[in-house]
Nanobody, 119 residues
Framework: VQLAESGGGLVQAGGSLRLSCAASGDIYSTLNLGWYRQAPGKQRSLVARITRKGTIEYGDSVKGRFTISRDDSNHTVYLHMDSLKDEDTADYYC??????????????WGLGIQVTVSS
């Protein structure tokens, strides 16, 4: 199983970006999906996550600005980010809980994608 993240880059404060993370390989179903971020000198923290049933949790600092969604037909999770602030600058990591066709469950991480917000 591999995760491919896309959509990061440089954006001005107040702008928007959409991150995508597509899983490929031996996949029966994707379960809990999430985005985490890590700024220089800080620990990795939750941005948002969504269960297969659609229950969503957001980190306090992004509530009302970011929206997580999923497309199970494409094993993809999205993060739409609005009203971006300087403090949103970080490396963003996708996390997917995946059940393989052979019945093995594991959590997978993307390599990370950089988001830089300039003021």
């Amino acid at each position: 199983v591999q995760l491919a993240e896309s959509g990061g880059g440089l954006v001005q404060a107040g702008g928007s970006l959409r991150l995508s993370c597509a899983a490929s390989g031996d996949i029966y179903s994707t379960l809990n999906l999430g985005w985490y971020r890590q700024a220089p000198g800080k620990q990795r923290s939750l941005v948002a996550r969504i269960t297969r049933k659609g229950t969503i949790e957001y980190g306090d600092s992004v509530k009302g600005r970011f929206t997580i969604s999923r497309d199970d037909s494409n094993h993809t999770v999205y993060l739409h980010m609005d009203s971006l602030k300087d403090e949103d600058t970080a490396d963003y990591y996708c996390n997917q809980g995946i059940l393989t066709n052979s019945g093995v469950f594991a959590e997978y991480w993307g390599l990370g994608i950089q988001v830089t917000v300039s003021s």
